[in-house]
């Protein structure tokens, strides 16, 4: 049966329900991704460290873009040499003549490196503000489910002043 079948049925309220349940997943679903990459990101903060990598070669990649340059490099993790691989969609005169270049990486991670310089600060600013926003959320919604389930005695009962 087609959703649209579906739905013809439902009365506005209902499809109003429905549209804010879509847009509720919508933003719980950016909550979750910018929570991710801002997780990725803030592992390179705190526990990353800084170093400099041989450049062992370089390629272009058409595949990602025009102007884009696959470099493989090597670098110092510790007591092992590790590999890595970044591809920069611009620059490509500039990046193919790299032969050092400075790094992040996190130690005892052999798949987690990139070049210094490459944040994601979106990400974590992003997720910042969805967190304030779901936080701001549930609090108006406990209140207002609070006042609805124990009206406050001022507001029900209203007993006349005594005179003095």
Do not use: C
């Amino acid at each position: 049966m087609p959703l649209a079948d579906y739905l013809h049925g439902w009365d506005s309220e209902q499809r109003s329900n429905a549209r804010w349940t879509r847009g509720a997943i919508a933003l719980l679903l950016l909550f979750v991704l910018s929570g991710i990459y801002s997780w990725s990101e803030l592992r390179y903060v705190i526990w990353g460290r800084a170093t400099q990598a041989q450049v062992t070669t370089s390629r272009p990649a058409p595949s990602v873009g025009r102007d884009a340059v696959t470099l493989r490099y090597a670098y110092q993790d510790q007591d092992q040499t590790r590999q890595g691989e970044y591809t920069f969609t611009q620059g490509l005169e500039i990046a193919s003549q790299v032969e050092v270049m400075d790094i992040l990486y996190i130690p005892g991670s052999p798949s987690d490196s990139k070049p210094a310089g490459q944040r994601r600060w979106w990400a974590v600013i992003v997720f910042a503000t969805m967190t304030t926003l779901l936080a701001g959320a549930g609090t108006v919604l406990y209140l207002h489910v609070r006042r609805e389930l124990n009206p406050s005695p001022a507001a029900t009962s209203r007993r006349p002043r005594r005179p003095k």
